[in-house]
């Protein structure tokens, strides 16, 4: 079972920026992707933005150039920079991470535990 462990949210004024960041607990895969997700009560978990392992990116269209999606492959860390965040940028984050393991034909998603990301002044 591979842990995704993330930090860097917080409160944060409108206008301002996190960084948020997640490390999966093991690196050995043949091919993965990772992004991140957010949810707010009462509402469906939506993509914010992803990364494969070779680089490709894709956002959410309410992003509009304010996020930026990196990895490191080497550590199988992804990290979301986020600007010019707005109180409608207020949710419930979570690390994403999908897996073909080298002896798999099928993909395994895994989800870490949410971090919280509160615009407001």
């Known amino acids: 079972q591979v842990q995704l462990v993330e930090s860097g949210g917080g409160l944060v004024q409108p206008g301002g920026s996190l960084r948020l960041s997640c490390a999966a607990s093991?690196?050995?895969?043949?091919?993965?992707?990772m992004g991140w997700f957010r949810q707010v009560p009462g509402k469906q978990r939506e993509m914010v933005a992803t990364?494969?392992?070779?680089?490709?990116?894709s956002y959410a269209d309410f992003v509009e150039g304010r996020f930026s999606v990196s990895m490191d492959n080497a550590k199988v860390t992804v990290d979301l920079q986020m600007n010019s965040l707005s109180p409608e940028d207020t949710a419930v984050y979570y690390c994403?991470?999908?897996?073909?393991?080298?002896?798999?034909?099928?993909?395994?998603?895994?989800w870490g535990q949410g971090t919280q990301v509160t615009v407001s002044s």
């Open positions: 093991e690196s050995d895969f043949r091919l993965y992707h």
């Open positions: 990364v494969s392992n070779n680089g490709d990116t």
């Open positions: 994403y991470l999908a897996v073909l393991f080298r002896r798999s034909t099928t993909w395994t998603n895994f």
